[in-house]
């Protein structure tokens, strides 16, 4: 989940989609098949500064990141 690069900042478990969303220091969002263990979708956010928080709509799967600086994307 991690590299030597980069840190992890956030995880989430969503059973009901049977995977795990991560965020790491570089600002890269994964998401991680529960089943296989493997990452099937990656982006990085763009948002100036380190993404310090997140939050998912579970029943949506949309994932809102924030920084320390008051800025929020979808």
């Known amino acids: ?6 840190s992890l900042v956030f995880v989430e478990f969503l059973e ?3 995977l795990i969303v991560t965020i ?3 600002n890269l969002v994964r998401l991680w098949d529960i089943n296989s263990g493997e990452s099937y979708s990656s982006y ?7 993404v ?3 939050n998912i ?3 949506n799967g949309l994932v809102a990141v924030g ?3 008051g800025d929020v994307k979808i």
């Open 57 to 59: 709509d579970k029943e």
């Open 52 to 54: 310090t928080s997140a």
């Open 67 to 69: 920084n320390n600086k």
């Open 16 to 18: 009901s989609h049977n």
């Open 1 to 6: 989940l991690i590299t030597d690069n980069s």
């Open 24 to 26: 790491d220091s570089k």
């Open 44 to 50: 990085n956010v763009d948002i100036k500064g380190q």
